[in-house]
């Protein structure tokens, strides 16, 4: 082999083992992809279930307080009739 040979079987051994890299960074890239893809959806998901502790949250606010309320009502009432078994 000429020495003009070598060199170009040398740069063709080099352009495969870049290929080789190159295939494989790409590889790579896809699986992250995949994986931020991934994670994306997570993301909504966790997002929405949030969303609905949130909502949760303030129904089970609302509804302690309409409790509260109607607990303040029926001791009114108790009170008022108490005062008229008192009168009665």
């Given amino acids: 082999m000429t020495m003009p040979e070598v060199v170009a079987t040398g740069a063709l051994v080099a352009m495969g ?32 279930w949030e ?10 606010r609302a509804e302690r307080e309409h409790v509260a309320q109607l607990r303040r009502k029926v001791m009114m009432l108790q009170d008022l009739a108490s005062a008229d078994d008192r009168q009665g």
């Fill in 17 to 48: 083992i870049i290929l080789l890299v190159l295939i494989q960074q790409g590889l790579r890239l896809g699986e992250l992809g995949k994986k931020v893809e991934h994670c994306q959806k997570d993301l909504r998901w966790l997002q929405i």
């Fill in 51 to 60: 969303m609905e502790n949130r909502e949760l949250r303030a129904a089970v």
